[in-house]
């Protein structure tokens, strides 16, 4: 028979508990979790007969934390903290030639360079196995929260992520944005206001991408519409091709401009600039793990040999 604290902390429940008081909503959470939602009600009214006081309580059709389910929230989060701790230590123990790195990639940087460096990776530590992902940010964060990834490769600032204590970045390059263009009227300007790119049609990153997010968030500081978006593309290959196709407008890295565009549209910086870092982000001391030091160490190397922007010339 299971103890009250077998009841409590199992892994299901807790899970469940966490979804919930993500979403606050039960339908959305049950989908989430691929259950039932009188499934995951009767495992919520369960916590709650354990613990001895509700977890939640709604207001209409809004869901709220109770005092007692904010403690709860707090002791989970303390419980998986101290078991992704103990699984780094445990894993800085390690080789730094065996094992698996997991890696999570923002879906709309170009990959190709990460890709080329995990070929030459593989070939001189085919003892370590890599596993890329291409994820939303959403889903980085996550995963970084329930160390599911050992590395991020993503854009930066991000406030999507909420609380950076238990992380730490290591910057790859800086970038700005720049505007590309196929209008005559604009073919000498070496920057841009945001005000004279309205003009025409846009094409950009679907809405909540980092790149979406950051163009309307400057236009929005210079107290200027944002562009009008005719379509939405995910990686910087689909956009320029769209954009130099038809005519539109778009905004992309200075890294992958300067390797993909070879004079087939006019570019400009943003006045005032527009600039992000590309960058890895990481768990704190998940460094410390011999294969991801290593690996780290061998990416900065790699670079050190030559740039990320020639590396990505050689590869587009």
Same mark, same amino acid.
């Given at each position: 028979m299971k103890t009250q604290q077998e009841n409590i902390f199992s892994s299901k429940t807790l899970t469940y508990f966490l979804q919930l008081a993500e979403t606050m909503s039960y339908t959305q959470a049950a989908q989430i979790l691929g259950i039932t939602q009188p499934a995951l009600t009767q495992q919520i009214k369960k916590l709650e007969r354990t613990v001895g006081a509700p977890l939640f309580y709604s207001v209409g #059709? #809004? @869901? %709220?934390?109770?005092? /007692?389910?904010? +403690? &709860? @929230?707090? /002791? +989970? %989060?303390q419980i998986y903290e101290t078991l992704n701790k103990a699984a780094d230590e445990i894993q800085q123990s390690t080789s730094a030639t065996q094992g698996t790195i997991n890696i999570g990639i923002l879906a709309s940087i170009e990959d190709q360079?990460?890709?080329d460096f995990a070929i030459k990776y593989y070939e001189k530590n085919n003892g370590i196995k890599l596993s890329t992902h291409m994820l939303t940010r959403k889903e980085i964060w996550e995963r970084l929260e329930n160390n599911t990834i050992d590395l991020a490769v993503m854009y930066l600032p991000d406030e999507s992520i909420k609380n950076w204590k238990p992380y730490e970045t290591k910057k790859i390059i800086t970038e700005d944005l720049i505007f590309l263009h196929n209008n005559e009227r604009l073919e000498k300007r070496k920057r841009v206001r945001f005000k004279d790119t309205l003009n025409n049609k846009w094409v950009t990153y679907p809405p909540q991408?980092?790149?979406?997010? +950051?163009?309307?968030?400057?236009y929005k500081n210079a107290m200027v519409d944002h562009p009008n978006s005719v379509a %939405?593309?995910?990686? *910087?290959e689909q956009l320029f091709e769209f954009a130099k196709r038809t005519g539109s407008y778009? /905004?992309? *890295? &200075?890294?992958?401009? +300067? /390797?993909k565009n070879h004079g087939e549209m006019g570019m400009a910086l943003f006045e005032p600039e527009i600039k992000f870092d590309l960058a890895f982000v990481f768990r704190r001391g998940k460094d410390q793990i011999p294969r991801i030091n290593s690996f780290l160490k061998t990416f900065d190397s790699y670079l050190a040999k030559k740039d990320y922007v020639s590396r990505l010339k050689e590869s587009l």
């Open positions: #059709k #809004k @869901l %709220h934390l109770s005092d /007692a389910g904010y +403690t &709860m @929230l707090d /002791a +989970t %989060h360079v990460f890709t991408y980092y790149l979406n997010d +950051t163009i309307r968030e400057a %939405h593309f995910a990686t *910087p778009t /905004a992309l *890295p &200075m890294s992958f401009v +300067t /390797a």
